[in-house]
């Protein structure tokens, strides 16, 4: 098992933000945590990332509890993704490059460079390698964000929205990357997603939070148009299109 969420809830001002929420994450997953705006999505991988510290709960990455390591040991076994990506006056190479700093000594090693010049040409960055973060576009900056991510080596990858910034290329791209990558070196990845049709074809598994607690964990025979309307309070229908489920709401004009 690479992740083990056990009983974990956060409070936040004294407001209930996540409640008693478990589930486990194996090798080679890929996991979309779904739900409406405000159900806790980010605040969980933030509290996964020890970014934030649960009122009740342990998380276990690997063997270790993730509140009991360092933010380099953090850093080494989780890269992280999240919806905002900082710019900076730094090229995108060497913005990548600083995803390599858990694992670096006095100086950069050339292991360390064909590791970034690898992720760079995954992500189809070559073109903008010497440019500066500062000067790209949102959708630009979301690839450089993962490329460093994915230098880390984690063994578990936290994704904030990873298609939020991106046309619909992008993000078929940005997905079937992060999937590839994911089955390829067997770690794991866990997204929040609002876009479910994409995170039902690029996912193995899906956690369903409503008010603050998970509905329903599964695969694919979760989603339903129960559990979907339940969710999101919103009648769908659930088609099979090209061997895909497709979600398509059912209402409005």
Not at 120 to 137: A, C, G, P, V
Request: with cysteine; proline share 4%.
């Amino acid at each position: 098992m690479i992740l083990d969420i056990n009983g974990v809830s956060f409070t936040y001002r004294s407001s209930d933000v996540l409640h008693d929420v478990s589930f486990d994450v194996k090798p080679g997953e890929v996991v979309s945590i779904l739900g409406p705006n405000g159900v806790g999505k980010t605040t969980l991988l933030r509290c996964i990332n020890a970014i934030l510290a649960p009122k009740t709960g342990n998380i276990l990455v690997g063997d270790d509890n993730i509140l009991s390591l360092s933010r380099m040991e953090v850093a080494r076994r989780i890269g992280y993704v999240s919806q905002q990506c900082e710019k900076a006056r730094l090229t995108v190479f060497d913005a990548i490059l600083l995803g390599r700093r858990p694992h670096m000594g006095w100086s950069v090693s050339d292991d360390d460079l064909k590791i970034v010049e690898s992720a760079i040409r995954m992500l189809q960055l070559e073109n903008l390698s010497l440019r500066y973060t500062d000067e790209m576009s949102g959708g630009e900056l979301q690839k450089v964000s993962i490329a460093r991510a994915l230098v880390q080596e984690p063994r578990l990858l936290l994704l904030d929205e990873p298609t939020s910034s991106l046309d619909l290329k992008n993000q078929i791209d940005i997905l079937s990357t992060i999937r590839a990558v994911v089955k390829s070196h067997q770690v794991s990845a866990v997204m929040t997603m609002h876009d479910l049709n994409l995170a039902i074809r690029f996912s193995d598994r899906f956690i369903l939070l409503k008010d603050g607690t998970i509905y329903e964990v599964g695969g694919h025979e979760i989603i339903r148009p129960d559990v979907i309307e339940e969710v999101y309070g919103l009648p769908v229908y659930v088609e099979t299109v090209a061997g895909h489920p497709v979600v398509v709401p059912n209402g409005g004009k």
